[in-house]
């Protein structure tokens, strides 16, 4: 047995994939063979689906199929919906969706079938179905009228028109629709990784989600993008953005935002392209403030720690101009990378093998005697009874 420990196992290659790659070197976010980016830039987040899900960008047709087969799959069961009203109003969202998928799970009759075509067809139910949770949840706990599915919508306006109750106008829906490409896909974060892990017992698609659901909501990882928001609000002002991260930092506290576990010293490329997409909303909806604060706040983390922004520090206030609520950011981020999840799920089910790592103990050697003055007694009682 090799005894290498790398705690966190960074940089421990756990996977072979073909799914993505982030190449450090090039700065680049490579998908299939595609840079991230330039997806989000030139195609919509079902051309991605296509590509994530069957290996290929979907033509004209494909992309309609698609989209009919997202459409048909619309539509939460009765018994979804009773349940997540039964949740006392204060769960985390986060907990809502991990309850909700996992509900789902029981009215999924291929749930057991692992074939590459019945984990495809269970994907895209997903694809349709976790935004509902994610937009009818929020709704039911806080005593807002649930809104239906809108199909002459394109996905992503759909999904953003379920949570505000507005149908977006081309620019918001623009934003929202490359805000969920970026997050669909990254290779083997935490969540990803727990995913895999679990689909490698055979175990089934929704249970492998409900535990990145699980893992995603952590601060380190996919929650962060709500407690940037928190601290955002809580600055109120460029200064107060400033002061307020150096308080932070001299408390040796994280900046929540900021820092990544690969790129570290070298900006997230997804963040910059969130960045962009901060300075047009902010210029449309006249709040060149909110822009400004994020700026001040990425130059004060480079002068005092050299590090970058990630992807959640500009997600969060691009989410919060489109009028999604904080509570709602993370399952958002969740509800995206439903689409990775799945691809790897599938990818794991195609070629598994078990993950079953070892450990370096530390606890004592040698053996202990089991049998000692104190458990004698107690066995003797026993026996007279
Ligand atoms: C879409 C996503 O999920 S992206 C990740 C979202 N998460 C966050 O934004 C949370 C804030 N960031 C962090 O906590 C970290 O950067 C992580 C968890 C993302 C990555 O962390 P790791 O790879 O474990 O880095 P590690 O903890 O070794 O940090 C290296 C150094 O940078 C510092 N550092 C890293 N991130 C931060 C941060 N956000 N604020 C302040 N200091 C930081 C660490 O304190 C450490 O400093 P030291 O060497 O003086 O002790
Ligand atoms: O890659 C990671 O570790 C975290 C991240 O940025 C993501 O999941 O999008």
Do not use: W
């Amino acid at each position: 047995m090799s005894d290498l420990y790398l705690p966190g196992l960074e940089n421990v290659v756990a996977s072979e994939t073909g799914i993505s790659y982030l190449d450090v070197e090039k700065e680049e976010i490579v998908i299939r063979g595609y840079d991230l980016i330039e997806l989000a830039q030139q195609a919509v987040y079902l051309d991605v689906a296509g590509l994530l899900l069957d290996g290929e960008l979907p033509d004209e047709a494909g992309r309609a199929a698609l989209e009919a087969s997202i459409a048909d799959a619309y539509g939460l069961p009765q018994n979804v919906r009773a349940i997540l009203h039964l949740l006392p109003a204060n769960t985390p969202a986060m907990d809502v969706l991990r309850t909700g998928i996992s509900v789902l799970s029981s009215y999924d009759e291929e749930l057991d079938d692992r074939s590459p075509e019945a984990n495809r067809r269970k994907a895209i139910r997903l694809l349709a179905r976790v935004p509902q949770i994610v937009a009818y949840g929020h709704r039911a706990l806080t005593k807002q009228p649930l809104i239906e599915p809108d199909s002459s919508l394109s996905y992503s306006a759909n999904f953003l028109y379920m949570i505000t109750g507005k149908v977006p106008s081309a620019l918001e829906a623009g934003i929202f629709d490359q805000s969920l490409i970026v997050y669909s896909e990254h290779e083997m974060p935490n969540s990803t990784f727990t995913a895999r892990v679990i689909a490698s017992t055979q175990s089934d698609l929704y249970g492998a989600l409900v535990g990145a659901v699980a893992s995603l909501k952590g601060t380190l990882h996919g929650g962060a993008n709500e407690a940037v928001m928190e601290m955002l609000l809580e600055a109120g002002s460029e200064d107060g953005m400033e002061a307020l991260i150096k308080e932070r930092l001299a408390r040796r506290e994280r900046i929540m935002g900021f820092g990544h576990r690969v790129y570290m010293r070298k900006p997230d490329p997804r963040a910059l392209l969130m960045k962009d997409a901060l300075a047009l909303l902010a210029a449309h909806f006249g709040q060149p403030d909110l822009y400004h604060m994020c700026v001040r706040g990425e130059e004060v983390m480079r002068r005092e720690k050299e590090l970058h922004p990630n992807l959640d520090y500009y997600a969060a206030p691009v989410y919060h101009l489109l009028g999604i609520p904080t509570a709602l950011f993370t399952p958002v981020f969740l509800a995206a990378r439903t689409l990775g999840i799945s691809a790897h799920v599938m990818e794991q089910h195609a070629h598994n093998r078990l993950f079953r790592p070892r450990v370096r103990y530390t606890g004592p050697r040698g053996l202990h005697p089991l049998i000692t003055d104190q458990l004698l007694p107690e066995r003797e009682e026993d026996e007279e009874e």
